[in-house]
């Protein structure tokens, strides 16, 4: 499909476009939201982008059953809403959902584990649609894997809906590891590093050259205070996402007008301070160690 | 600083920082100096004169008219060449619109630069320089090299 021209030589959906409109939205926040009225509190909060889904990943976690896309009709209701972007999550490999998302005219779509995968073997060929794709990923390999399949953002997986941060910090972690690592090998070893990565070998050669993923680098999973973003931005993330962590604490529209202040200002300790007081409850968070295998998110994809 | 550039994003948040951290005035006086200011993208839609679809507050620079999300959403974002005429001479430029605004009206003192699909997409009054397309990336220094010209 991609990209098309109509003659006068006009191009939609190139690789340029989907990557350009995820560097539109560096050093932002793009948070989940269920209905318009939490998208109308997004965007006058400073969001660069609104995520749409039927549950937050607290509430999938809590409720269990199948996470499928959201409505039309929610996804209708937002877009008419908000003038900033809308993202909507996709289950893993269901191409079919992500068609369905192109078509109502989604700005980009989330390929995430947060959903219930319906692909246990194959993700989607993201090159064949013109919206823009996002994928989670816990380390290089699987970050390379899904920029190799065609997504123009990554993000770490975190534990969605946990409210704990450890998970998107050994996520961020490993990926810069993994990356610096690959800037001091020689040419010779790329070849070598490419088989155990499980990656592109064309991929890993450009970021042993370049030390940076091609595409942007965000944070999502487990952020529920300015002080989680403004630590993930200081790891490297590029933006964060924040799900659980806004609607399911005590005051949503002062805390994502914190969290968008800290994102901006991270490295500001004064600004982190103000933001931080009086912001009443973050939302309950889960120790990992709590976590059975079977009720972690972020081994689903491959 | 010799020269700024107001660059793309969202517009509803940069405002919102703008706010929050007092940028108004500071802008503001930085233009009076007489000093270049490029606005692109989302930075066209704060120096501009006034904003549709919805209306918002603008920093009120440069004497034009700008529609927001105007050729569409993400779908509709598009890479075509377009005209660049900085003196006079007519060049050829590749140009990137993302979700990209449009110029609906320019004042009496505002010069138009570009075009593209029979639109104006790039202005410029006195020392304030705007286009609704991205010169950053295009892969064609043009844009930004007139823009350092005008300090």
Redesign the interface.
């Known amino acids: 499909m991609a990209p098309k021209s109509n003659g006068?030589?006009?191009?939609?959906?190139?690789l340029?476009?989907k990557t350009?409109?995820a560097?539109?939205?560096k050093?932002?926040v793009i948070m989940d939201v269920t209905d318009a009225d939490q998208a109308k509190i997004a965007?006058?909060?400073?969001?660069?982008?609104v995520m749409a889904l039927e549950r937050v990943p607290s509430d999938i976690r809590k409720e269990g059953g199948v996470a499928r896309m959201a409505s039309i009709s929610k996804m209708r209701e937002i877009m008419n809403t908000v003038?900033?972007?809308v993202m909507a999550k996709v289950r893993i490999g269901h191409f079919a959902e992500a068609q369905i998302l192109?078509t109502l005219?989604v700005?980009?779509v989330d390929e995430s584990e947060v959903l219930t995968p319906a692909d246990e073997h194959y993700h989607i060929d993201k090159f064949a649609l013109?919206?823009?794709f996002v994928c989670g990923c816990r380390n290089l390999g699987e970050a390379l894997r899904r920029i190799g399949e065609g997504a123009c953002m990554i993000r770490t997986k975190g534990e969605a809906g946990s409210g704990n941060i450890v998970e998107a910090v050994r996520h961020m972690r490993t990926v810069t590891d993994e990356m610096r690592r690959l800037t001091t090998r020689g040419p010779e070893q790329l070849m070598t590093a490419a088989k155990d990565l499980g990656a592109p070998y064309d991929l890993v050669r450009l970021v042993a050259e370049t030390g940076k993923l091609p595409v942007p680098n965000f944070a999502a999973g487990g952020i529920a205070t300015p002080a989680d973003a403004s630590l993930m931005m200081q790891l490297g993330a590029e933006s964060v996402f924040v799900g659980s962590g806004i609607f399911k604490s005590d005051d949503p529209a002062k805390r994502a007008?914190a969290i968008?202040?800290a994102t901006?200002?991270y490295e500001d300790p004064e600004v982190l301070v103000r933001v931080s007081e009086d912001l009443g409850e973050a939302m309950p968070g889960i120790e990992m160690g709590t976590l059975e295998e079977g009720q972690l998110l972020q081994t689903r994809g491959w | 600083m010799d020269a700024l550039i107001v660059p793309g994003g969202e517009s509803t948040t940069l405002i919102k920082l703008m706010d929050a951290f007092d940028l108004w005035a500071p802008l503001r006086e930085f233009a009076a100096t007489g000093k270049p200011l490029l606005g692109t993208c989302a930075g066209m839609i704060l120096l501009a004169g006034e904003v549709l679809n919805p209306p918002q507050r603008s920093l009120g620079l440069i004497d034009v008219t700008v529609e927001r999300n105007s050729y569409g959403r993400q779908r509709e974002s598009f890479e075509a060449d377009g005209t660049f005429s900085p003196d006079g001479e007519e060049v050829d430029l590749h140009m990137v619109f993302i979700r990209a605004p449009r110029l609906v009206q320019l004042g009496p003192e505002v010069r138009s630069l570009a075009s593209c699909r029979d639109d104006c997409v790039m202005a410029r009054q006195d020392q304030v320089l705007v286009a609704s397309f991205h010169p950053e990336l295009c892969g064609d220094p043009a844009v930004h090299r007139y823009f350092l010209a005008m300090g």
């Open positions: 006068q030589s006009i191009e939609t959906g190139t340029r476009l350009g409109l560097e539109m939205l050093g932002g965007e006058d909060a400073g969001a660069v982008s003038t900033i972007p192109q005219g700005d980009y013109d919206v823009p007008e968008v202040e901006t200002h």
